[in-house]
């Protein structure tokens, strides 16, 4: 099977500014990946000056591979056009019956790259199924304006300031995006997303990977850190990360440091 998006993905998405379950992992290479997160956390729990989840592909190889992963970056591509890079990976991770949830918004608003041709991958390392709170859309609101949002700086917001559209959203066109372990969705920086609670006995695990084509810019911070996943890099407008030669040295463990530092004094400025 083509690991490419066919054209009516292509315009299905241009048109929405989302596209709802794509299998790009099996349930096995998932619970790997899961298993991989886990132990991490693991390490995290016991440790004191352990490093944040963020950008694990600076830590781990198994985190490099699947950010470079043809199933992931190939319709990425088909979005983007052939020179991609990898600006963040992170994490939106509901625990069972946490009551944690995610606001409308924009990401557009807050990571200060410009021009939008940016596009998250969500793949879910969990079930994300409807009673886990997955992903909603407003279809077509990437090619509508910014939306004024305001920071509610709410506990159980997932989000970093609890940012909210303060404009009324129309949510009975919402479209939830429900995934099975090792699917993704695809949406678009202005799309305006949101989730509701878990209300299932496991964790709902969204491993998110923030890609944008080469051209665009960091307009927050004077340099930001970024991977080339697909084709060249002419622009030189980040620097760009290495692979791991370890998981965990020291060295990769410095680069990691300063990559989450800048990105997230762009994303915080
Ligand atoms: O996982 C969620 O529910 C929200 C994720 C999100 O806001 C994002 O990927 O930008």
Redesign the pocket.
Same mark, same amino acid.
Request: aromatic fraction near 16%; glycine fraction near 16%; charge should be negative.
């Given at each position: 099977m083509s690991t490419h998006l066919c054209q009516i993905e292509v315009e299905s998405f241009r048109e929405r500014g989302y596209l709802g379950a794509r299998r790009v992992l099996s349930e096995a290479e998932a619970m790997r990946c899961r298993r991989a997160l886990e132990a991490f956390e693991a390490i995290r729990r016991d440790g004191a000056r352990t490093p944040p989840l963020t950008d694990l592909h600076l830590l781990f190889r198994w985190a490099w591979d699947l950010v470079h992963d043809a199933r992931i970056v190939h319709p990425v591509t088909d979005l983007l056009g052939p020179n991609v890079l990898l600006w963040g990976l992170n994490w939106?991770i509901k625990e069972a019956r946490d009551g944690k949830f $995610?606001t409308w918004h924009q990401?557009a608003t807050y990571w200060g790259l410009e021009p939008h041709d940016v596009v998250?991958a969500?793949v879910a390392l969990s079930d994300a199924g409807p009673a886990t +709170?997955p992903?909603k859309f407003i279809p077509g609101s990437h090619k509508g304006p910014i939306l004024r949002h305001a920071n509610t700086w709410e506990d159980d917001n997932?989000l970093t300031r609890g940012q909210m559209v303060e404009d009324a959203i129309d949510e009975s066109s919402a479209m939830p995006a429900p995934l099975a372990a090792g699917e993704m969705s695809l949406h678009h920086v202005r799309t305006v997303?949101g989730?509701t609670p878990n209300m299932t006995d496991d964790r709902r695990i +969204?491993l $998110?990977l923030r890609y944008c084509a080469t051209h665009v810019r960091q307009v927050k911070i004077s340099r930001d850190t970024a991977t080339l996943v697909a084709g060249e890099d002419t622009y030189g407008h980040f620097d760009l990360m290495q692979a791991p030669e370890c998981d965990m040295g020291e060295r990769e463990m410095a680069r990691h440091r300063d990559s989450v530092v800048r990105t997230s004094r762009a994303i915080m400025g």
């Open positions: 939106f $995610v990401d998250t969500w +709170g992903m997932l997303h989730s +969204g $998110v």
